[in-house]
């Protein structure tokens, strides 16, 4: 089996996601910093391999780590080993942990945040129209990044004053480029920082998931500090940076196929079918970072051998043509059935889907009404990556936004 190499710098996500298709449903991938693993890059298969119980999340079952290869200041260090929480456990401690975060975040009660998400929605598009007339804006930094991270802040009660230091750790968090000699210290930096928020929800509760964990580990559920940490920092991380990515991709898939951004706008394609597209299309995460085979495992007619390491590559198979047919490669607002596994699958599909779709649903075709000139400011070839192997992120989305809508001449 022919090893790929994931290129830390993202140049061509699609084409390497077209290379780990051509491996087979199971491709051996070398990650930034040598480590070696597997990637499942079929749907069927990744299905298969997310509900089976022979693959688990406990890192000392990974033979590279027993052997000691995986070193501490490892870039990724963070995303394959981040502490105990419902991402690195598997069966009842789980269930227990998922089901509290879970429980916050159903369909009926993410809905109650609807009005909220449009206050942000609408506070953000007039600090849109208020920047100077003519000059390209960065759509990332100043609408798909801020509303996010308000409503996944003010979800688990966060403090705003935090969000620059969160948003500069979470840089270096995901980033193949972070310097090893500065790994440990922002993985530090990150526990103190969301230790110190934990303390303060701790000493004055308030209307918030942080201090519903609290009140839970103090009720019976025995959360640890160290899983109530954690939770609150993968809720805070996945919770903004999948939507951000969304958001972006959502925008960049419509201009670069105007027409259907025509029928979109003219009410004959649904903003529901354009998002659950460019979840497949373009999804915002190309891999997740890893579990482990307790035994060899068939995928295929290839084999994933015991006690090595799996990552999810939803690029690859978010094109699968065994899936999706010929068209695979192309967008289709209009595709349907469209049974993407784009937050995942199974017992570990992402309780924040719900979350990320009404924010996307909302601000996306608020941001359209209110700015329907919205276009590219450069070709969409000059876009460009940022070096992050798990999220599909782009450095920043040059627009320029035309006349706001009722303003034109």
Known sequence: MTRIALDPFVTDLDGESAALRA????????LPGGVHVYAVTRHAEARALLTDSRVVKDINVWNAWQRGEIPMDWPLIGLAN????????????????????????????????????????NASLEKLAALPAGQPVDLKAEFAYPLPMNVISEL??????????????????????????????????????????????RANPGDDLT?????????????????????????????HETTISLIVNVVEALQTHPEQRKKVLNGEIGWDGVIEETLRWNTPTSHVLIRFATEDIEVGDQVLPKGEGLIVSFGALGRDE??????????????????????????????????????????????????????????????????IVTQNDLHELPVELGCPFGHGN
């Open 23 to 30: 491996a087979g449903p199971l491709a051996e991938v070398e």
């Open 322 to 387: 065994e899936q999706y047919g010929p068209t695979a490669g192309e967008f289709d607002a209009t595709r349907t059935p469209n049974r993407h596994i784009a937050f995942g699958h199974g017992p570990h599909v992402c309780p924040g889907a719900a979350l990320s779709r009404l924010e996307a649903g909302i601000a996306l075709p608020a941001l359209y009404e209110r700015f329907p000139e919205l276009d590219l400011a450069v070709p969409a070839s000059e876009l460009r990556n940022k070096p």
């Open 156 to 201: 688990m009660g966060v403090d705003a004053a935090d969000h620059p230091r969160l948003k500069e750790l979470f840089e270096k968090f995901f980033s193949t480029q972070t310097p090893p000699e500065e790994v440990p210290q922002m993985m530090a930096d990150l526990g103190t920082l969301f230790t110190k928020i934990v303390d303060s929800k």
């Open 211 to 239: 201090s519903a964990l609290i009140a839970a580990s103090e009720d019976g559920d025995h959360l640890s500090d160290e899983e109530i940490v954690n939770t609150l920092q993968l809720i805070i991380a996945a919770g």
């Open 82 to 121: 981040p502490g105990r929480s419902m991402l690195t456990v598997d069966g009842a401690d789980h269930r227990r942990l998922r089901t509290l975060v879970a429980q916050a975040l159903t369909v009926k009660r993410v809905e109650r945040l609807r009005a909220g998400i449009e206050a942000l929605t």
